[in-house]
T-cell receptor, first 112, second 114 residues
Framework: GDSVTQMEGPVTLSEEAFLTINCTYTATGYPSLFWYVQYPGEGLQLLLKATKADDKGSNKGFEATYRKETTSFHLEKGSVQVSDSAVYFCALTPNTGNQFYFGTGTSLTVIP | ETGVTQSPTHLIKTRGQQVTLRCSSQSGHNTVSWYQQALGQGPQFIFQYYREEENGRGNFPPRFSGLQFPNYSSELNVNALELDDSALYLC?????????????FGPGTRLTVL
C-alpha cells in the first residue's frame, strides 16, 4: 500500500546550519507530496507541496523537489533559524481516491 | 476568516463507552477529514466527508463513524472504545475534495481511554 518514510529524529542544529530531512514514499501512480509543520503549541499547517514529478515546492526558505526516479521528497533549508524548531511531517495523497498518508514526523531543534 | 476549531480539548472515557468529538470547519470548506495521531506518530487518516457524504476511508473499523452537517460542523463517533483508541484526534477542513487542496487543521481533541 501507499506509505511515507521519514528520517528519524530528533535533529538538533545550530542556527544558520543547512537542513535536510529525508522523505521517501511508496505509491502506485502519481501521488501529490506535501510537507506539513507543527510548531510548539500549534496545529499542523501546510509548509509546501508538489503535485507532479520534478516540481519544486518552496515556502519560508524551505524547498523540496518531487523526484519520481528516487521516490523522494527531501526537505531542505540553507540556513535554519531558532524559529524553525518544530516537528516536520512528510505526507502524500494518491491522485486516485481520497486518502492521506503521513510519515512519523521529524523533530527539529535549532539552537542559537 | 475563523480557523478550524475542535471540542472538547481533552476527554477521558472508559473502555466500552462511546464518544463524540466535534469539529467546526472554516466557512465555505466543503470537505472535512479526520485523523488519529498516537503519541510520537504521524496522523493516521480515518475518513473524509465531502458535502455530507463519506468520500474516502482509511484502515479503521466501522465503530469509527462520522457525520458532516450543512453548517460546516462535523462529528467523529467512536463506539465500544478500546485502550488503543487513546490518541489525539485531528480534524482538517479544505475548500473542496481535490487531493491537492490545502488542509487546515484544528488543534485536536486528546482522548484518553482507561
Amino acid at each position: 500500500g501507499d506509505s511515507v518514510t521519514q528520517m528519524e529524529g530528533p535533529v538538533t542544529l545550530s542556527e544558520e546550519a543547512f537542513l535536510t530531512i529525508n522523505c521517501t514514499y511508496t505509491a502506485t501512480g502519481y501521488p501529490s507530496l506535501f510537507w506539513y509543520v507543527q510548531y510548539p503549541g500549534e496545529g499542523l499547517q501546510l509548509l509546501l507541496k508538489a503535485t507532479k514529478a520534478d516540481d519544486k515546492g518552496s515556502n519560508k526558505g524551505f524547498e523540496a523537489t518531487y523526484r519520481k526516479e528516487t521516490t523522494s521528497f527531501h526537505l531542505e533549508k540553507g540556513s535554519v533559524q531558532v524559529s524553525d524548531s518544530a516537528v516536520y511531517f512528510c505526507a502524500l495523497t494518491p491522485n486516485t481516491g481520497n486518502q492521506f498518508y503521513f510519515g512519523t514526523g521529524t523533530s527539529l531543534t535549532v539552537i542559537p | 476568516e475563523t480557523g478550524v476549531t475542535q471540542s472538547p480539548t481533552h476527554l477521558i472515557k472508559t473502555r466500552g463507552q462511546q464518544v463524540t468529538l466535534r469539529c467546526s470547519s472554516q466557512s465555505g470548506h466543503n470537505t472535512v477529514s479526520w485523523y488519529q495521531q498516537a503519541l510520537g506518530q504521524g496522523p493516521q487518516f480515518i475518513f473524509q466527508y465531502y458535502r455530507e457524504e463519506e468520500n474516502g476511508r482509511g484502515n479503521f473499523p466501522p465503530r469509527f463513524s462520522g457525520l458532516q452537517f450543512p453548517n460546516y460542523s462535523s462529528e467523529l463517533n467512536v463506539n465500544a472504545l478500546e485502550l488503543d483508541d487513546s490518541a489525539l484526534y485531528l480534524c482538517a477542513s479544505s475548500p473542496d475534495s481535490h487531493p491537492t487542496d490545502t488542509q487546515y487543521f484544528g488543534p485536536g481533541t486528546r482522548l484518553t481511554v482507561l
